[in-house]
């Protein structure tokens, strides 16, 4: 949304598309975006637009014949644009292409934030977008293998029995104090420190990493609006700024609210040297196709939602999806839920880390004068 936009909601485009995406044929695309105003009384108005596309398909192409939205301006275009993309990808069109005008300023700029390029030797007056990096998945055929394990002990790494390596308990407990220190809030108070996660469980991966958190009350901090976003950004701040390994895998610290402990089946103090939460061995019924679906299918919303977005909601929209799915299968069936696994894969293979700097980048775009 656009910072002259504040006093306007908008609603994602709704598409329909009368036509064979089997080449030849025509497909003529009717849009709707209902979206909400503020009027002179600063009183909500309904407002509803309609706009249409006429496209061609051939075996290889999609050719976008017109785009028109009425009224025009306020991103309507560019909400049918994505909703094209978004089809085309769908359908396995490896490539689409344009005519615009070139006096067709804000026709060429939309384009180009879409990610269309001019082609050469055209005069600027055809633009292309090429799909077929996107529609041919980079990733493997199994991606459970590899990023979904369950061992029959814990990571002998870490670990002598079910006691923690003494040796790895006190360079845990030096790293917690330097990140305590790090904090800089005057008497806080440390009720505990404990590992948790895959390293203190059976189904720890070459992925896994220490999760250490340094648990305290965040209502000590008398600030409870912001408490859990400062903390976050202290943390983000910490792990960005910090390349700590034990034997090979990464550490990552986090402060955690005593009144919210987080969904983990094995949890184990550092401080007191003893489990607060034992991990039972009991092997997970995965079920491997219904991840790799999962995860598939995310991995082009996400491809999509990076290479169509013209604004940061348009990313912040995936990835509140993504937090929500995760949360809702802990919630049901824990840390072996095929929305969890699905979400671990996700950020194994950097889909995450790749969804924050495109909401950054989205971010510095919007605000920077060109």
Not at 243 to 263: A, Q, R
Request: glycine share 4%; net charge negative; aromatic share 10%.
């Amino acid at each position: 949304m656009k910072l002259s936009d504040v006093h306007r909601k908008t609603n994602r485009v709704d598409c329909e598309f009368d036509g064979s995406w089997t080449a030849p044929s025509t497909i003529v695309v009717k849009a709707t975006l209902k979206q909400e105003h503020k009027d002179w009384t600063n009183e909500w108005e309904k407002e509803v637009m309609r706009g249409e596309a006429l496209l061609n398909v051939s075996s290889h192409t999609l050719y976008i014949s017109r785009i028109d939205a009425k009224p025009a301006g306020q991103g309507f275009g560019s909400e049918m644009l994505k909703c094209i993309i978004e089809h085309a990808r769908a359908h396995k069109i490896p490539r689409i292409e344009t005519y615009v005008e070139n006096n067709n300023a804000d026709s060429r700029n939309m384009f180009r934030k879409a990610g269309f390029e001019e082609m050469p030797g055209t005069d600027g007056g055809r633009w292309r977008l090429d799909l077929t990096q996107v529609n041919e998945v980079r990733i493997p055929k199994d991606v459970v293998k590899n990023n979904v394990a369950y061992h029959n002990e814990l990571n002998p790494v870490a670990w002598d029995g079910d006691h923690l390596n003494p040796e790895v308990k006190d360079r845990l407990l030096e790293i917690a104090e330097l990140f305590v220190n790090y904090l800089e809030i005057p008497d806080f108070k440390v009720l505990d420190v404990v590992l948790t996660g895959s390293m203190a469980n059976y189904n720890w991966t070459k992925f896994s990493d220490f999760d250490l958190h340094v648990i305290t009350n965040y209502s000590d901090l008398k600030c409870d609006d912001i408490v859990a976003e400062f903390y976050h950004a202290k943390k983000k701040i910490w792990n960005d700024n910090h390349d700590i390994t034990i034997y090979g895998y990464d550490t990552e610290l986090y402060v955690e609210d005593s009144e919210k402990p987080p969904v983990s089946e094995g949890v184990y103090s550092i401080l007191n040297d003893k489990w607060v939460k034992t991990p039972t061995y009991s092997p997970p019924n995965i079920n491997n196709n219904a991840i790799n679906a999962k995860v598939r299918d995310l991995v082009n919303q996400i491809d999509v939602a990076i290479s169509t977005a013209d604004d940061p909601n348009d990313i912040k929209r995936i990835s509140d999806k993504l937090a929500k799915m995760r949360r809702a299968g802990l919630d049901e069936a824990g840390e072996f839920s095929t929305e969890n696994l699905a979400f671990k894969i996700l950020r194994n293979m950097k889909y995450i880390d790749r969804l924050y700097k495109a909401y950054h980048q989205q971010q510095d775009d919007e605000l920077s004068l060109k």
